[in-house]
């Protein structure tokens, strides 16, 4: 369906981001952006909402667990599986164990 505005704008406290997607793609951010969506001038505007909660509920925590993983991938890419790769995905492992919430 064919729109125009109605552009999805996230505000992280320092500058506003705005977004517009094409119709089936989504957009995932953390929930700590302020948003709002401006008019549509033209058309129509669907949009599908949802909320995801982390077992990992502090975000420093998340941001050292992603690290990991993406240190474990690119070592994993660049060298195949390596006794340091693996110690890596152990400490996130045990990590995510360790901060998940259940």
């Given at each position: 369906?064919a729109?125009d505005?109605?552009?999805?704008?996230?505000?992280?406290y320092?500058s506003?981001?705005?977004?517009?997607?094409?119709?089936?793609?989504m957009i995932?951010?953390?929930?700590?952006?302020l948003?709002r969506?401006?008019?549509v001038?033209?058309?129509?505007?669907?949009?599908?909402?949802?909320?995801?909660?982390?077992?990992?509920?502090?975000v420093g925590?998340r941001?050292?667990?992603?690290?990991?993983?993406?240190?474990?991938?690119s070592l994993s890419e660049q060298?195949g599986?390596t006794?340091?790769?693996?110690l890596?995905?152990?400490s996130h492992?045990?990590l995510?164990?360790?901060?998940?919430?259940?």
């Open positions: 369906m729109y505005g109605g552009e999805l704008v996230l505000n992280d320092q506003e981001y705005p977004i517009n997607l094409t119709a089936g793609s995932v951010y953390p929930s700590l952006y948003h969506v401006k008019p001038t033209r058309g129509v505007r669907l949009a599908a909402v949802n909320w995801v909660q982390s077992f990992i509920r502090n925590d941001m050292i667990l992603f690290d990991l993983a993406t240190a474990q991938q060298y599986k006794q340091a790769s693996d890596i995905g152990k492992a045990n995510l164990r360790k901060w998940a919430e259940t």
